[in-house]
């Protein structure tokens, strides 16, 4: 069986991205972002996933490019896509080729250190997850894909139902307040994720993110980029990192949390996965602004999500 530092799995996506009158297609999808990154770091990403037959061999092409090893599937017809429309300051968000997705086998013939779980478009099958958590050391997942469904050509949030379930065999959970808003409880979300043994990441956008880790939290500070261009692909970009550091180099949680914050400010600067960083430039911006790590208490949590959402309400990041 082979043995493997770092797999990331879930759909690969076609992401068509329009700002302004400009339009840029890209391979996308926590898979793409997250083994980019990786390699980008220095170590080896495996990447296990599926993609439309029509754009099989040109995603084959970038994968060879970045010397990225690969198990690709490919399934009839066009690849998943999403249409990412940036409107001053709205996005607007369109899905397609959604209806005839295959679903991921979790039962992997590879076993490694760390596994990141990036579903898209809840296609992650986890009937064989207590087998495989005994052949890695480490499994995270992205929320975001388990958390919403097309309908109409228009992603919709829904209630994974079966979350407490699986929650128990990961060791780092992620989200973004907008996947978890309207469909839970966030407070008391949190209080559920305080009575598992793992790290939870709540993004902010721009304001940065909350790391909890049982009963501890912490507000992590975000990086300022050069400019703002495209944020897709920036949680995929913190969580990978995050693992880099975390995981396979075993920094502290906290200190992971900052290069995964400090990563994901260089991704927003170009469209698709272009601005994806090196080490030595996260490093270089790391070390330029400074920025520290904060002990928060739990009953400012709620404040910090409310002036999150009060400020986003019209900004580029609010998904409408």
């Given at each position: 069986m082979e043995i493997y530092n770092y797999i990331v799995t879930g759909l690969a996506t076609k992401d068509l991205i329009?700002?302004?009158?400009?339009?840029?297609?890209?391979?996308?999808?926590?898979?793409?972002?997250?083994?980019?990154?990786?390699?980008?770091?220095?170590?080896?990403?495996?990447?296990?996933?599926?993609?439309?037959?029509?754009?099989?061999?040109?995603?084959?092409?970038?994968?060879?490019?970045?010397?990225?090893?690969?198990?690709?599937?490919?399934?009839?017809?066009?690849?998943?896509?999403?249409?990412?429309?940036?409107?001053?300051?709205?996005?607007?968000?369109?899905?397609?080729?959604?209806?005839?997705?295959?679903?991921?086998?979790?039962?992997?013939?590879?076993?490694?250190?760390?596994?990141?779980?990036?579903?898209?478009?809840?296609e992650l099958d986890f009937n064989k997850i207590a087998e495989i958590k005994e052949k890695f050391s480490f499994i995270a997942i992205d929320l975001q894909g388990m958390y919403r469904k097309a309908y109409k050509n228009k992603i919709k949030k829904q209630i994974w139902t079966e979350f407490k379930n699986f929650s128990k065999y990961f060791d780092v959970i992620k989200s973004s307040v907008e996947e978890l808003y309207d469909i839970v409880k966030i407070d008391q979300f949190l209080y559920d994720i305080m009575e598992l043994n793992c790290i939870f990441i709540l993004t902010l956008g721009e304001m940065g993110s909350l790391l909890m880790i049982k009963d501890e939290l912490y507000f992590i500070p975000s990086f300022k980029p050069r400019r703002v261009i495209d944020p897709t692909g920036a949680g995929d970009v913190y969580l990978a990192t995050f693992l880099y550091f975390n995981c396979l180099l075993n920094y502290e949680a906290t200190e992971s949390a900052l290069y995964a914050s400090c990563?994901?400010?260089?991704?927003?600067?170009?469209?698709?996965?272009?601005g994806i960083a090196t080490e030595k430039d996260i490093l270089n911006r790391f070390k330029e602004q400074n920025l520290s790590v904060k002990i928060i208490d739990f009953n400012k949590v709620k404040a910090i999500i409310d002036d999150y959402l009060i400020q986003n309400k019209f900004d580029l990041f609010w998904i409408k």
């Open positions: 329009v700002v302004d009158s400009f339009i840029k297609e890209c391979f996308g999808g926590t898979v793409t972002y997250g083994s980019i990154q990786i390699k980008k770091l220095g170590a080896e990403p495996f990447l296990v996933s599926y993609i439309g037959e029509k754009d099989y061999f040109n995603y084959v092409s970038l994968l060879d490019q970045y010397k990225i090893k690969y198990n690709l599937g490919k399934y009839e017809g066009n690849t998943l896509t999403f249409k990412n429309i940036y409107k001053k300051n709205i996005r607007i968000q369109n899905v397609y080729n959604y209806k005839f997705l295959p679903k991921i086998s979790l039962d992997f013939p590879f076993r490694g250190k760390c596994l990141h779980l990036g579903p898209i478009l809840n990563a994901s400010s260089f991704v927003v600067e170009e469209l698709g996965y272009y």
